[in-house]
């Protein structure tokens, strides 16, 4: 795979190969169109750009210059006019007293000591500083770029754009979503391709396997209720009973790092009782003796309970059923795979649903991701290229996963080109990092800091220069999703509020001044008009397959799907190097895993800190965004750590009190609330930000590697759960 096409699967990001597989027609569109602007009142389409499987479509009302009301727009199908507690907050978003109003200047980092500068200002400042590092070190490499999921709208990639046009840059590369996932997929089919999600309605059984989408992808909730309504037996798999197991017809509280034991387990019971689909594996597969040899000399169902802690009986029964009902679906949630074995246990899921002949087929699949709708020309991005005479040669790559650490590395490091200069846009590092302290280190030690954001976040706390960010809904914008196949457009709904300006903005503003000081010093194209930019990014051979003629046709709707994917692999193209699914993977072996989908052993849990921690993603936020908001404060605003009754009566713990939790890395205190939903041997505190409270849980995690990831995205991804603690009563 060439370093090109592996960029494909950094989530939201570029994709500069060719649009593979993208087939029909906008054909499903039902006839609701809101009306232009019509007088004082107009309504125009907005789109939501946050990292979120469900990538929505809204309708906005603005009344008078003013967003009155937000909705789901029913021109999207999977939207389905509908939106999540989230997106019913962006009025409350975009008129929040608290967003960052001007481009200002901190006197002393973490003071709070804010000054007002100009936009001229801001730049000259800004300019003068990257042109002092370029005179100092002969190249830009002294400066860092980390960015990443605040906002996936195609043209937020002005920022890696605008880095490149200053020269070479040092990048955090990688992904903290779903990297090992993506690397277990790539490996298996020669990339990650779900099912279109709107199609499961048709699977007769449906495991959702370590993903939680009763809180992050809502509308796929309702696709599974749909599907229950039908006679869908649900299945959910997870350490957490969630909301979504609450709604499953059957909850497996497995043991966390283990599902690659249950998956090989429920497999090698299928192959004693001759319930696999040898034909399909015959025809689609290569590997597959060696796979079901190693079922055959490996694996017992007993052994899987005693990993799993799931009885046999139920392994059976779940292997029979799973087995028998045709077809049979999987959702490969991103939870699971955030373990130093998720690629591992990724593997082997694929596996179980491939030797089922499951993969290929409306309502079956071994669901994890896609990037086919990421049809853009990426202008943004590749406008900018490094000027002459930069002497590094190509871009300094760090994990975004662990870049405090790398950054402090390099800068203890006199051997090494200095970090002195780190641009932050979409992103909060210091919030959503493990090893926050490792993070406040990391900054310290880089001279000069930029952050561009809406909000005082504690990353923009830490930083010398603020740039105020404006909203989606005072700018272009275009997303695709990475799960369901709508691409969607957003248009400019009010003006930019404040002095606020979007990145491509910025990116244009800081050009110009580079230039005005050094001429030909930045390349970055200054004299294009939003609406210009927008109209280069969706790929001519992508409109044509919508149907469309221009560009433009995608306003009549606001959104527009890519069809073909009912049944992802339907045509048995595997892209693998065999052209077959591959339970035996060269390319996976060659990458230091295992050719075959084995089990990989979990991690051992510390004997000091027997208590693991699961920090996964909260209801009422989508990381570091939402929470801070009034309306969202009035629902919810305190931190908590949930704990299994057993546990808390183990430490004299009552619901409500106070307690300490600390890991190798760092501790918090919190209220404790008492639950039945979580194991007894764990507990959960959701990541989520708290204005105005110093909590995080980022402050107890370790930036442990998963297995997986550095094939497919750059980078390894995070155990974020393989975390560990003590738990006392303060
Ligand atoms: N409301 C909301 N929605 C979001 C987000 C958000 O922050 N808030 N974030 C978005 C982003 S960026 C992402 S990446 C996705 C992630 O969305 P999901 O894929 O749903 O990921 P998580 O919530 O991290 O984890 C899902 C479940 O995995 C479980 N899990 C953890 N370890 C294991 C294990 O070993 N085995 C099994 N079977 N399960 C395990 C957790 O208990 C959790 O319930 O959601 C997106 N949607
Ligand atoms: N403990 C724990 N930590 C986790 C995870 C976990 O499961 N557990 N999950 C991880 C995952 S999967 C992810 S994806 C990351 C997400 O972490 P980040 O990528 O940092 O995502 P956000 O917090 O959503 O957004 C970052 C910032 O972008 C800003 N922003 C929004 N729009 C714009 C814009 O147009 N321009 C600019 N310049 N900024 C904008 C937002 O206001 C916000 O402050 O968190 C990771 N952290
Ligand atoms: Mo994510």
Redesign the pocket.
């Known amino acids: 795979m060439s370093k090109v096409s592996r960029r494909t699967f950094l ?1 939201g990001s570029a994709v500069l190969g060719a649009l593979a597989g993208i087939g029909g027609t906008a054909s499903s569109f039902k006839k609701i169109k809101p009306a232009k602007a019509a007088g004082k009142k107009k309504q125009v389409f907005s789109s939501c750009p ?5 990538t929505c479509s809204i309708v906005t009302t603005v009344e008078d210059g003013t967003i009155k009301f937000v909705t789901g727009n029913m021109n999207n199908t999977y939207t389905n006019g509908r939106l ?3 997106g019913y907050t962006y009025p409350n978003y975009v008129y929040s007293p608290d967003r960052i109003k001007y481009p200002m200047r901190q006197k002393e980092r973490g003071s709070g000591k804010w000054e007002r500068i100009s936009w001229d200002e801001a730049y000259d400042i800004i300019a003068k500083k990257i042109l002092e590092i370029k005179k100092e070190y002969g190249t830009t490499l002294p400066i860092a770029l980390n960015k990443y ?1 605040g906002n996936f709208n195609v043209l937020n990639n002005a920022v890696e754009g605008m880095l490149s046009s200053w020269g070479y840059t040092t990048r955090a590369q990688g992904t ?3 990297p090992a996932g993506i690397d277990s997929q790539t490996f298996d089919f020669g990339a990650a391709v779900a099912n279109d999600p709107e199609v499961m309605v048709k699977a007769k059984y449906l495991i959702v ?5 009763a ?4 509308h796929s909730m309702s696709i599974i209720e749909r599907a229950k309504e039908n006679g869908t037996k649900i299945v959910v ?4 009973m ?1 909301d ?2 609450s709604k499953a017809d059957e909850y ?1 509280g ?6 690659g034991a ?1 998956a090989l387990g429920m497999a090698k019971y299928i192959l004693d009782h001759n319930l696999h689909d040898m034909e399909w594996m015959k025809k689609n597969s290569i590997g597959y003796e060696e796979y079901l040899n190693y079922l055959r000399n490996n694996i017992t169902v007993e052994w899987a309970s005693e990993k799993t802690g799931v009885p046999v009986e139920v392994i059976e029964r779940l292997a029979r059923e799973y087995a028998a009902a045709k077809p049979a679906a999987i959702w490969l ?7 130093t074995n ?1 690629g591992a ?1 990724v593997r082997a899921i694929d596996a179980l649903a491939a030797m089922t002949g499951n993969i290929g087929v409306a309502g079956g699949g071994a669901n994890y991701a896609q990037t086919e709708c990421y049809g853009f020309n990426y202008a943004v991005q590749s406008a900018g290229t490094p000027p002459e005479g930069d002497k590094a040669g190509g871009d300094r790559m760090l994990n975004m996963n662990n870049f405090p650490a790398q950054v402090l590395a390099i800068n203890n490091d006199p051997e090494q080109i200095p970090i002195k200069m780190l641009w932050v846009a979409c992103r909060n590092p210091i919030a959503q990092d493990p090893e926050a302290s490792v993070s406040y280190k990391a900054f310290e030690s880089i001279d000069f800091i930029v952050t561009a954001d809406l909000w005082f976040n504690e990353t923009v706390k830490q930083s010398d220069i603020v740039l105020p960010v404006s909203s989606i809904f005072e700018t272009w914008g275009l997303t695709a999703s990475y799960w369901h196949y709508w691409v969607n457009v957003n248009e400019p709904a009010i003006e930019p509020l404040y002095e606020s300006k979007s990145d491509l903005e910025i990116a244009m503003g800081i050009s110009k001044r580079l230039n005005e000081l050094e001429p030909g010093s930045c390349t970055y194209p200054t004299d294009r008009s939003i609406e210009e930019w927008i109209s280069n990014e969706l790929a001519d051979d992508f409109i044509k397959k919508f149907g469309f003629k221009t560009w433009r046709d995608i306003l009549e709707k606001g959104t527009a799907k890519v069809e073909g994917y009912e049944a992802a692999w339907s045509d048995g193209k595997f892209r693998t190097p065999s052209g077959k699914y591959e339970f035996l993977s060269e390319t996976c072996a060659a990458n230091g895993h295992h050719a075959l989908p084995v089990y990989v052993e ?1 991690m051992e849990v510390p004997k000091d800190r027997p208590i693991r921690l ?10 570091s ?2 929470q801070n908001l009034e309306w969202m404060r009035s629902i919810h605003n305190e931190p908590f750590v949930e704990i299994h009754p057993a546990l808390a009566k183990k430490k004299g713990i009552e619901d409500g009190d106070m307690v300490r939790v600390e890991s190798e890395v760092g501790y918090v205190e919190v209220k404790a609330k008492i639950t039945h939903t979580v194991p007894k041997d764990a507990v ?1 505190i959701y ?2 930000w708290y204005k105005e409270q110093n909590f995080n849980a980022n402050f107890l995690l370790k930036a442990t590697p998963s297995d997986m990831g550095s094939y497919a995205t750059g980078q390894a991804g995070l155990a ?2 393989d975390q560990f603690v003590t738990v006392e009563k303060i």
């Open positions: 989530k946050r990292n979120c499987y469900d999540c507690v989230k999921s903290p979503c779903w396997w370590g993903a939680n989408p809180w992050t992808s809502v798999i997870d350490p957490i969630t979504t197991a497996i497995i043991k966390a790092s283990t599902d249950l949630g991103y939870g699971l795979q955030r373990h998720g246990s979990e699961f920090s996964p993603h909260w209801k009422y936020g989508l990381h965004q939402f959960v990541e989520a974020f759960h």
